[in-house]
């Protein structure tokens, strides 16, 4: 329930695939019907996601690769896939079923816990349902000027091909879920990834910014994104609304937990609390200005945060204030998970470490 995050070396490493689609060529695009190559390299791939589906870990990474550890990250073994895009973010509702999306506007979906998994959605089909939309919308528009505006757009979209990314998703539970990515693409779906609709007419975001992290209290959702975006929902999911940010810089995430705490953090360090539904904001003191890619809860009731150097963060108070974790180790990092054991494992540009020690 968590967005792959961008900042510094990393939002080159993106930009990169962004210009790139691996695979694409002219229009064809055979990496999002070629399946993963098995690869004994593949521990060592960049991996850009990891989530616990019970007591598993699953780990998701370039060209398409996943992988799994049933040991609490202390071993990796690859699984299949059906693409060869750059998976970028991955969630599970339960021990079971889970979804992962990236490159070429993906969408995977499990049903195993990881073991084997199929191809829901991908960046023509999106682009597809975009305009289906548009079009009803503009059958019902009087304004000549907005039914243009919309319908051009939507075809600009179908006309670009499948070059957006989905680089986060939050799922509530088995059926009800959203995948954001770039450029203000945002689907929701109510029956587990079968049918998905575009959502962007019920999100406040005019300039089209990219989407990094969504998270939840209670029925309220939160919406973070590039430029300072933050946006809530008070209406489960069915309109998000602007809230007054207190940072001009990009959130690449969002932490919160059932006592209300929220933490959006993001560039250069940059991290803030709110405990009032994110009407007022404090700014977390952190050392040093490294971007920080990645948050998680922890089962202690704590939280975790992690920069793009590997230096993992920990609370104990709710979020409002961190601390250095003691084993931290350097690496260009972009993701973590709490194994079953309670250690934390780390996604990274050189594959997963496992950093020994429970969180104090």
Known sequence: MKAYSLSGFLLLVAAFFLLIP???????????????????????????????????????????????????GEHWRQTMTPVRTTLTAVTFADSKTGWAVGHLGVVLHTVDGGES???????????????????????????????????????????????????????????????????????????????????????????????????????????????????????????????????????FGLITDSAGNIVAYGLRGNAYHSSDGGENWDQIEMDGQVSLSAGINLADGGMALLSQAGDLLVSSDGGQTFAPHPNSEPMPATDLAQAADGNLVVASLRGLRRIEGRTP
Do not use: C
Not at 24 to 31: E, F, Q
Not at 161 to 179: C, Q
Not at 202 to 218: C, D, I, K, Q, T
């Open 117 to 251: 998994w199929s191809k829901q959605l991908d960046g023509v089909e999106a682009a597809a349902l975009v305009l289906a939309a548009a079009e009803k919308r503009a059958a019902a528009e009087r304004d000549a000027e907005e039914r243009d505006d919309l319908l051009g757009r939507a075809q600009r979209l179908v006309d670009d091909g499948p070059d957006k990314p989905f680089l986060g998703l939050y799922f509530s539970d088995t059926g009800n879920g959203f995948i954001f990515g770039a450029f203000n693409l945002i689907f929701r779906t109510t029956d587990g990834g079968k049918t998905w609709v575009p959502w962007q007419d019920r999100v406040e975001n005019p300039m089209e910014l990219h989407f990094y992290g969504m998270s939840a209290v209670g029925e309220t959702l939160y919406l973070a994104g590039e430029q300072g975006m933050l946006l809530r929902s008070d209406d489960g999911g069915d309109h998000f609304v602007s809230l007054e940010s207190p940072y001009e810089g990009s959130y």
């Open 22 to 72: 691996s695979g694409a060529v002219a229009g064809n695009y055979p990496s999002l019907a070629t399946s993963s190559v098995p690869s004994a390299k593949a521990l060592g791939a960049a991996m850009l996601a990891v989530a616990h589906a019970g007591d598993r870990l699953v780990a998701v990474g370039e060209r398409g690769i996943i992988l799994l550890s049933d040991d609490n």
